[in-house]
């Protein structure tokens, strides 16, 4: 009886932590086909960047968009390339733009001084 009930324990176990990898592998697929089919793009300030301990340094950044404020992170290891201060375009997702990404190969010009409400529909 004690083996049986092991087993199923395992079982479930494995069962669990296989439902968690695949939620968090299908919400970064989910994540990404948002980013690609519906999207805004706007540029985002750099205001910190954090070295930790254990991973990746992080760059601490924040947008505006539809009068809202929105911070977020990403670990980086280019993180050397930027600064405090630096503006850099995001893609985000307008019904959540927590869905967001730092668009790194491309430079915000500094002619760009007005920035819309509501983002451009690509890089201007």
């Known amino acids: 009886m004690n083996k049986l ?4 324990s ?3 176990t494995a069962l669990f932590i296989f439902m ?3 939620s ?3 919400i970064e ?3 990404k086909n948002q980013l690609k089919t519906d999207h805004r793009i706007t540029i985002a300030n750099i205001y910190e960047i954090n070295a930790v301990l254990n991973g990746e340094p992080e760059i601490n950044y924040k947008f ?3 009068g809202k404020e929105f911070t977020w ?3 980086t290891e280019r993180w050397r390339e930027f600064r405090i201060g630096q503006r850099i ?3 985000f997702y307008p019904k959540n733009p927590k869905n967001n990404e730092l668009i790194f190969d491309v430079i915000v010009p500094d002619s760009i001084k007005q920035i819309p409400e509501k983002g451009w529909l690509e890089i201007p």
């Open 89 to 91: 375009y995001v893609i």
């Open 10 to 12: 395992y079982v479930f």
């Open 73 to 75: 992170s990403v670990p």
């Open 24 to 26: 968090y592998v299908k």
């Open 20 to 22: 968690i990898i695949y």
């Open 5 to 8: 009930f092991a087993i199923i």
């Open 64 to 66: 505006n968009y539809d």
């Open 29 to 31: 697929i989910v994540n």
